[in-house]
């Protein structure tokens, strides 16, 4: 048998090293192009500063459920657990309850009727497949120091009639007709402390055609699209939260149609038979920074 010589032998070598070094790098680039989200997670982390959060800023969790009207879990299971006295004023709260309007304070540990309606997908046994299409929808949203954001909680009506209970023993019923129209929560919060904010609720309805109008805003009037608003100062009220604790609005028991209660949280046609509940909890807050003099 015969050696190849030194030097061959030499070339040989290199040859398989450059070979290897070649597939080397390949099977390299490859593994990077399946991980690239990985990758590029890892580069640009570093690389993106964080949005810097508002001394005054407050997350909220806003959340609707629907259920039938004839559901238990909307009565006394659930508001006998739930503190309305200590919620708002009494005055508001008597204002409100004529107006089908109700109103409770939730811990940051709920009842357990208000658990099982917020696991509403896995506590449906014994309700129709109709009843069971019905989902628990929910957003967050960070709020401003006294900037308001609204909550539309009706479907819109083509025409609707409201009938509202003033408390003034002259003009003790206002009646007002509305096209094109739908109920809206104008929610404004105001930070009370490290931990607490109040939050400021005013029914409202929108109606008519969208169109551009002069709207008071932060930084003065402003144009902006949006429809015709009439506010209910007199059902205005406000609820102060902990972090954690939810304020529940929704309809009272036997609501009236052409209440307030009845438009905003139940409706017409295919859901005459549904109310909704609306759910706000203060779920975080920036933490305010103790100045010291030295």
């Known amino acids: 048998m015969k050696l190849l010589p030194l030097r061959s032998c030499l070339a040989v070598v290199t040859l398989v090293l450059l070979v290897v070094k070649i ?40 959340v609707f459920i629907e259920r039938p009207v004839t559901d238990p879990l909307l009565g006394s ?10 919620a708002i004023e009494l005055l508001n ?13 939730v811990s940051s540990v709920p009842p357990m009727a208000l658990q099982t309606l917020l696991g509403l997908k896995s506590h449906l046994g014994g309700l129709s497949r109709e009843d069971e299409s019905l989902l628990l929808s929910g957003r967050r949203l960070m709020l401003r120091s006294g900037v308001p954001t609204d909550i539309q909680t009706s479907d819109f009506y083509d025409k609707c009639s409201l009938k ?12 007002k007709e509305f096209e094109q129209a739908r109920c809206v929560m104008r929610v404004k919060a105001h930070k ?8 400021e609720f005013t029914p409202e309805v929108h109606y008519g055609a ?36 939810m304020a529940i609005i929704t309809a ?13 949280f139940r409706g017409e046609g295919s859901k005459a038979d549904i109310q909704k509940i609306l759910v706000v909890r203060l779920s975080n807050m920036s933490k305010m920074d103790v100045v010291r003099s030295e």
């Open 192 to 199: 009370v402390q490290d931990g607490w904010a109040k939050l």
């Open 210 to 245: 969208q169109q551009l109008r002069r709207t008071p805003t932060t930084i003065g009037w402003q144009l902006e699209n949006r429809q015709n608003t009439s506010p209910f100062y007199n059902q205005k009220f406000e609820v102060t939260l902990n972090v954690g604790e």
């Open 93 to 105: 709260q008597e204002n409100l309850n004529q107006n089908g309007l109700r109103v409770g304070h």
């Open 164 to 175: 509202l209970l003033t408390g003034d023993d002259e003009e003790p019923e206002e009646v």
């Open 252 to 264: 009272t028991d036997g609501v009236k149609q052409n209440s307030a209660g009845h438009l905003f």
């Open 77 to 86: 299971a659930l508001w006998n657990e739930v503190d309305e006295i200590g």
């Open 23 to 62: 597939s080397g790098c390949a099977l390299m680039e490859e593994s990077a192009v399946f991980g690239l989200k990985k990758y590029a997670e890892k580069q640009t982390v570093n690389k993106l500063p964080a949005i810097p959060v508002s001394q005054d800023a407050m997350q909220v969790e806003i």
